[in-house]
């Protein structure tokens, strides 16, 4: 079962000018980040993925004239990683609420953050599910299975499909999050010796 879940949360802010778009989204980000830090969430798992500032343009009247800029629009985002699922639900609330109506949640996913005894768990129950049936394959054709010649192997994780909710209208209460299940498929091919 998943033990993590990953989201990205950005805000936006549009103002007359540069430093007034940057400040208002940059207060909004501390806030957010405070937020998390507040639920037990570590600096680690906050990680900034974009800032950028654009110009908004003025619709030219009917006369034709050029565009001219009316004004500025900043966003700022942060990929966090969430490590207790049972505080999830409450962190998202909180941290879309800490960020305000300009706040944005996007790309929420789980996944399973050390997976390494699974994989050799698969591994080992894939070998030997190869091993049998190359030993069934041997004693019908009359001979014996001999050692390993060679050994392929590849995985995938079939991760539940991203959920995404835009923040617009949302209430300060928790959001309801389901983790799901994750499948391990685990694929050996190995080539054994007949003797």
């Known amino acids: 079962m998943p033990d993590t879940l990953s989201a990205t949360i950005g805000v936006e802010a549009q103002a007359d000018d540069v430093s007034s778009a940057i400040n208002q989204t940059s207060e909004k980000i501390t806030k957010i980040t405070d937020a998390l830090a507040a639920g037990g969430v570590d600096k680690k798992d906050v990680q900034t993925q974009q800032v950028s500032i654009n110009p908004r343009y003025a619709t030219p009247g009917r006369d034709g004239g050029t565009p001219s800029i009316s004004g500025y629009e900043a966003n700022n985002t942060v990929a966090i990683k969430l490590r207790d699922l049972t505080k999830a639900s409450k962190l998202l609330g909180d941290a879309v609420t800490a960020g305000g109506n300009n706040t944005r949640l996007s790309g929420v996913s789980f996944a399973i953050d050390d997976n390494s005894a699974l994989l050799r768990n698969a591994r080992e129950a894939a070998f030997g599910d190869a091993r049998a049936r190359a030993d069934q394959y041997a004693r019908l054709a009359g001979d014996k299975l001999g050692k390993a010649l060679t050994i392929t192997e590849s995985n995938a994780t079939d991760s539940p499909a991203p959920a995404y909710r835009e923040s617009r209208d949302m209430a300060a ?23």
């Open 173 to 195: 209460a928790p959001m309801p999050i389901s983790p799901g299940e994750q499948t391990l498929t685990y694929t050996v091919t190995v080539k054994f010796a007949l003797t």
